[in-house]
């Protein structure tokens, strides 16, 4: 059980363009998901909670013009990188709370690179 | 400052050992600590949550401990296999309902 999807695994886009990344709990209702961000031999840094039903909240520091969350379900929350520049280029990875308090399931990743 | 360390280096053990990775925190008062295991280009898995009023927890060859007053834990995987090897996040959940990672141990089991 407890288990986390997301789509795309891997985009390359050019940059100036959009990118959807979605993120789906399978087999559980999330009503809150996380959104991070890990680049190469780095911790993952939260970027953003995305609430269902009303809006995310973005840690310090995270454009929330530049990375639009979407929950419009319990089990689906979308992020959408706007206008992408190289410097965008990273691992996005969600995650959800399990049925134990405090576990959090993580989704396989998502793997951007913008040209 | 708020800070989590974990080993930087890498650590290279042998098969059958016991691996011992360390998460020291600064500043932080945690209800609880976890630990994931992460795979080079996966998203991290799940594998144990201690909470601030135990000492140590354990799950098949894992053991985790947690001192509050020395604001560390420790995670050990007994007779250590190749198939262990990946790097180990420690996390912290705090206050706001957030998981703080640290940078990650990379462990490495030699046959």
């Known amino acids: 059980g407890a288990v986390v999807s997301q789509h795309p695994s891997r985009v390359i886009c050019k940059s100036g363009t959009s990118v959807k990344i979605e993120c789906r709990s399978l087999d559980f209702q999330a009503t809150t998901m996380f959104w991070y961000r890990q680049f190469p031999k780095q911790s993952l840094m939260l970027m953003a909670t995305?609430?269902?039903?009303?809006?995310?909240?973005?840690e310090q520091g995270v454009e929330k013009d530049k990375f639009l969350i979407n929950h419009a379900s319990l089990t689906l929350s979308t992020l959408t990188v706007t206008s992408a520049h190289p410097e965008d280029s990273s691992f996005y990875i969600c995650?959800?709370?399990?049925?134990?308090?405090?576990?959090?399931?993580f989704g396989p990743g998502t793997r951007l690179t913008v040209t | 400052s708020q800070k989590i360390e974990q080993n930087s280096e890498a650590l290279n053990i042998q098969e059958g050992k016991t691996a011992t990775l360390t998460c020291n925190y600064t500043?932080?008062?945690?209800?609880?600590l976890q630990w994931y295991r992460q795979d080079p280009g996966r998203g991290p898995v799940f594998l144990l949550l201690?909470?601030?009023?135990?000492k140590e927890k354990r799950k098949e060859r894992l053991k985790v401990t947690f001192d509050t007053t020395l604001k560390q834990s420790l995670f050990h995987i007994t007779a250590s296999q190749p198939a262990d090897s990946a790097t180990y996040l420690c996390a912290l959940y705090n206050q706001g309902g957030k998981l703080i990672f640290g940078q990650g141990t990379e462990l490495s089991v030699k046959p």
């Open positions: 201690i909470r601030e009023n135990e």
């Open positions: 500043n932080y008062s945690p209800a609880y």
């Open positions: 995305s609430n269902e039903g009303s809006k995310a909240t973005y």
């Open positions: 995650s959800a709370g399990g049925p134990q308090s405090g576990e959090q399931y």
